[in-house]
């Protein structure tokens, strides 16, 4: 892929270790490495994500994830920079819009292996910039209370704290119309 003229939401991004990733949108080759890096997650970062235990991606779950509907759904890998399907993925971001609304949800998931070098905090700034492109009005996301990082991370690019539904959850949630000088 020639770096000077990369296709939309493609970018390089060089860690602090010197690891080198290409960011991009999730494509359905990536389901089975998606699910080859599953199992080396640890069951709190499993928990943390989806916000209960699951022990293995299904082969279903995988292809679901990997075909966002183009119309409502965005999502964002890092990934090794080899062809898709041979690239392993160290992270996902997701978006998806509550049908009816110009609300947005996410979740992210940045394995630790490239944890605490600045790619969460760049696929939460490419899912705030689809959700501007969009012309959403609010982006949210459920963490669980003693999620200090993802609570920290939401805190610095802007969102707010509210009350979720359900007890042990914060939902944070940022207003994309209000001027997010930390989230553009
Ligand atoms: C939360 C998560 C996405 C952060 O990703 P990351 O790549 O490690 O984050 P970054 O390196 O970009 O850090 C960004 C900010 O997050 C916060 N943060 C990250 N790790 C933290 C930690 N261990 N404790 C407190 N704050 C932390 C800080 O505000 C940090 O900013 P700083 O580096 O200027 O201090 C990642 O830990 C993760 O995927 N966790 C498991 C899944 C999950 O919690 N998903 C969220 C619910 S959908």
Request: aromatic share 6%; net charge positive; charged share 30%.
């Amino acid at each position: 892929m020639k770096r000077d003229r990369l296709p939309p939401w493609h970018e390089y991004k060089r860690l602090l270790n010197g690891r080198e990733l290409l960011i991009r949108p999730i494509r359905p080759e990536d389901a089975e490495p998606l699910r080859a890096g599953f199992s080396l997650l640890r069951p709190d970062e499993v928990r943390q994500r989806f916000l209960y235990a699951i022990k293995e991606l299904t082969p279903d779950t995988a292809a679901r994830l990997t075909r966002p509907d183009p119309e409502r759904e965005f999502a964002l890998v890092a990934a090794e920079p080899l062809p898709p399907g041979e690239a392993l993925i160290g992270a996902v971001a997701r978006v998806a819009i509550a049908p009816g609304t110009r609300d947005a949800e996410f979740a992210i998931l940045v394995s630790h292996f490239i944890g605490g070098m600045g790619l969460g905090r760049l696929l939460m700034l490419r899912l705030v910039r689809w959700a501007r492109r969009k012309q959403l009005r609010r982006l949210y996301g459920d963490v669980l209370e003693h999620n200090t990082a993802m609570l920290g991370l939401a805190h610095s690019l802007g969102f707010r704290r509210e009350t979720a539904d359900t007890p042990g959850l914060v939902r944070v949630a940022l207003d994309l119309e209000a001027t997010a000088p930390h989230a553009s």
